[in-house]
């Protein structure tokens, strides 16, 4: 719901509480235990940036958000009850136009990233690296693109680090040495990875960014919803992946300054898992990120149970808060109420620090930025209801969107074409024929040898002996073909009891 000014209905009190389109993107909080009408707000401020032509991507955890494709139909005693008490006379139920992403390509469109583009830094915390391990993984890019070896795939990263295990000796000079156990570290990693069903995120075709910024022919924006109730399952993988996604803006987007209104809105659920276990160097290019992306006309709202999860340098940045209800039955919970509201413009009618605790389902602190950037006097309101269904609707019409979707069709097919593995399977192939030949020549040579050495022994025990030994090094030879055990056992047999007889000769 819009007013005149075209600023964003969020919340009311005895006053309206409006959401400015043009300060949007100076990012958000939604914060509250589980409960507490967190994901009906998410629900209702993503409806008002569509309404304005704002397009949104939000992650679907609970797998209740895809309701927002279809109007709300007026049964729901609740939202009936708040539409009254609040006197909404604006309200009115609609659907809103929604595209659906799955990484796993079951309930949306599959979207994939490469293995270059996730790069060596967020996929050294995808694969739980230590500081060590992460150095090698970055080493293996950089020989990768020095050898214009295209990382596309898994695959193609698991030949790479193959290739580099055998002939780690040779980049020792220009790379400096790259651990064995650090190599047999990253392949159990993504061994892992493939556990979880990871492999089917990296390939091609890869995500172009763009697909998410559409409005449809009303001028609404879309509502871009990942489905992530699977992805949770691996809190790792979906919070890496949040983040690529987020840094994929940073760095596709032009630099836009500030609009009347944003570009994208970006909502960030269980945003604690961002944060969590995060290496310094990580987070600290979250950090950056955050701070300069809204340059790109980029909003992000962080969804969390507590707003201690989220760094204070990151949370310094929120300038739109909507605070529901904190528990306090931990040391803590208590230090996140205090902590929450300090971060509160004070209001006299009441105690921030009291109230928190006391505040109903869909009742929140809520703090807006006014026209001039500054933070508003927190208030006590009850957030407005969403005009599309809470809840999820059936498989069948999420099918049905899924296939009416202009962009069906363009990620549903991968494409694999030649890159790392495939040049390396063929450079494997060479040099194995390599091999095999060098061996079928160096065991002709040491027949023949051993053929002289026998005749010279005249029929004797050094006679047996040196036939005994030629077929010895026959069914080596045979068995071991092509291998690098072979070399060294044929080495020790030259040097050896064969060397002593051809001396003797």
Avoid at 2 to 25: C, R, T
Avoid at 315 to 320: A, E, K, P, R
């Amino acid at each position: 719901m819009i007013d005149a000014n075209g600023n964003l209905l969020i919340a009311k009190s005895d006053k309206e509480l409006f959401l400015v389109p043009k300060m949007s993107n100076r990012h958000g909080l939604v914060a509250g235990a589980t409960g507490t009408g967190k994901t009906v707000t998410l629900q209702s401020m993503a409806e008002t940036f569509s309404s304005i032509g704002v397009p949104v991507i939000m992650a679907d955890v609970k797998g209740d958000l895809s309701g927002i494709a279809k109007a709300s139909s007026g049964e729901n005693p609740k939202i009936t009850e708040r539409v009254k008490e609040l006197d909404l006379d604006s309200y009115k139920p609609q659907a809103f136009p929604v595209c659906f992403w799955d990484i796993y390509g079951e309930q949306g469109h599959p979207l994939r990233t490469t293995i270059s583009e996730m790069g060596p830094l967020l996929l050294g915390r995808l694969l739980n690296l230590n500081e060590v391990q992460a150095g090698v993984l970055t080493l293996v890019f950089k020989i990768a693109d020095d050898n214009n070896l295209l990382l596309l795939d898994m695959k193609d990263l698991r030949k790479v680090l193959e290739y580099i295990g055998e002939h780690h000796g040779d980049y020792i000079n220009e790379y400096g040495n790259i651990s064995s156990a650090s190599v047999g570290a990253i392949q159990r990693g993504l061994l892992t990875l493939e556990e979880q069903g990871a492999e089917k995120f990296f390939g091609e075709p890869a995500l172009n960014i763009m697909d998410f910024i559409q409005t449809d022919g009303s001028g609404k924006g879309v509502m871009n919803i990942l489905a992530a109730d699977k992805l949770m399952m691996s809190p790792g993988l979906y919070s890496t992946f949040l983040l690529w996604l987020l840094s994929e803006l940073f760095e596709e987007l032009p630099e836009v300054g500030d609009l009347d209104k944003p570009r994208l809105v970006f909502f960030f659920d269980e945003a604690h898992l961002l944060f969590s276990e995060a290496p310094k160097v990580l987070r600290e290019k979250i950090e950056l990120v955050v701070r300069l992306v809204r340059s790109k006309g980029v909003g992000v709202y962080f969804v969390t149970q507590n707003p201690i999860d989220i760094p204070d340098v990151v949370l310094g940045q929120l300038g739109n808060r909507v605070q529901h209800a904190l528990r306090a039955f931990t040391p803590r919970d208590q230090k996140a109420v205090r902590s929450a509201a300090e971060t509160f413009r004070s209001n006299p009618k009441f105690k921030v620090e009291d109230v928190i605790t006391e505040l109903g389902v869909g009742v929140a602190l809520v703090s807006l930025l006014d026209e001039k950037g500054i933070p508003g006097i927190v208030e006590m309101a009850k957030i407005v209801p969403p005009q599309s269904q809470v809840g999820p609707i059936t498989p069948g019409e999420r099918s049905n969107i899924i296939r009416s979707s202009v962009l069906h069709g363009v990620y549903e097919k991968q494409v694999d074409r030649e890159s790392a593995y495939e040049i390396l399977e063929q450079k494997f192939a060479r040099e194995n024929a390599e091999k095999q030949e060098q061996v079928a020549q160096l065991k002709k040579i040491k027949e023949a040898k051993l053929k002289k050495a026998s005749k010279s022994a005249s029929g004797g025990m050094m006679g047996d002996l040196a036939k005994t030994m030629g077929r010895t090094i026959t069914r080596t030879v045979g068995s071991e073909l092509g291998r690098k055990l072979v070399r060294g056992v044929l080495g020790t047999l030259l040097t050896g009891a064969v060397g002593s007889i051809l001396k003797r000769k």
